[in-house]
């Protein structure tokens, strides 16, 4: 079932490792076939260089497993709800990139504070709030999506535009067109967690990009008036 997806979300599951994303298990990537109303994920504690094509796991959106020798990831129930309630994205990546990872556990948003952020995202990356304890013992990693698809909407925030998110003490999501997209945005999202962090450091009264700024280099790569890269891409 799902050969062909099994085989994509393998090969995104392997990027993470050799972007320098994951240390150990820390880490795994999903896609979804929307047609079927399934998704594939990586199954939780298989280190990498074992991991198999064919280890992939068929879950539906309630987080059931349908196909697979092995226990899906510990975060499926985050990555289910997420494909439930926003049918716009076809991948999601979850890490615990060092960088993108130190801004969760201090509890703060990524500023937008150049070109490289503003390219790929519109305006800040958003750090949320912590789960309480009783979202943590009821239903902990579905509670983790929840939140994530409520404060977007309470912030906002189109997740076409912002494809990232950290979870405060945690970690980073990030999604996209495909598993494939999704592990894009996550080697964005560290990049920019370390410029941000460095740029902190040499200048502590560091200030957001201008908006005229940010907007420029947002809009000229997505959007109906984007004209960067070639016709097609």
């Not at 994951?22 to 939780?44: C, H, M, Q």
């Not at 999506?145 to 998110?165: Q, T, Y």
């Amino acid at each position: 079932m799902l050969e062909e997806l099994k085989q994509a979300v393998y090969e995104a599951n392997m990027l993470l490792p050799q972007y320098g994303l994951v240390t150990f298990t820390w880490g795994n990537a999903s896609g979804v076939d929307r047609e079927r109303g399934l998704f594939v994920i990586k199954p939780s504690g298989v280190p990498y260089e074992k991991l198999r094509w064919e280890d992939m796991v068929v879950v539906d959106y309630d987080g059931h497993k349908v196909e697979g020798k092995l226990n899906p990831s510990s975060d499926t129930a985050t990555h289910a709800w997420l494909y439930k309630k926003w049918d716009m994205i076809g991948g999601i990546v979850h890490t615990h990139s060092s960088y993108a990872t130190s801004w969760a556990q201090a509890g703060r948003s990524i500023p937008c504070y150049g070109t490289t952020h503003a390219d790929y995202y519109y305006g800040e990356v958003p750090c949320l709030r912590c789960l309480t304890g009783e979202e943590i013992d009821e239903a902990y990693e579905l509670n983790t999506g929840r939140l994530i698809v409520e404060e977007f909407a309470a912030m906002n925030k189109d997740p076409k535009a912002v494809s990232a998110v950290l979870c405060r003490n945690h970690g980073p999501f990030t999604w996209g067109k495909d598993a494939v997209d999704a592990v894009h945005s996550a080697v964005v999202l560290e990049e920019v967690a370390k410029m941000a962090y460095r740029c902190e450091l040499i200048n502590p009264k560091v200030q957001p990009a201008p908006q005229v700024l940010q907007d420029k280099h947002y809009y000229r790569k997505h959007g109906a008036g984007a004209y960067y890269g070639q016709n097609g891409n």
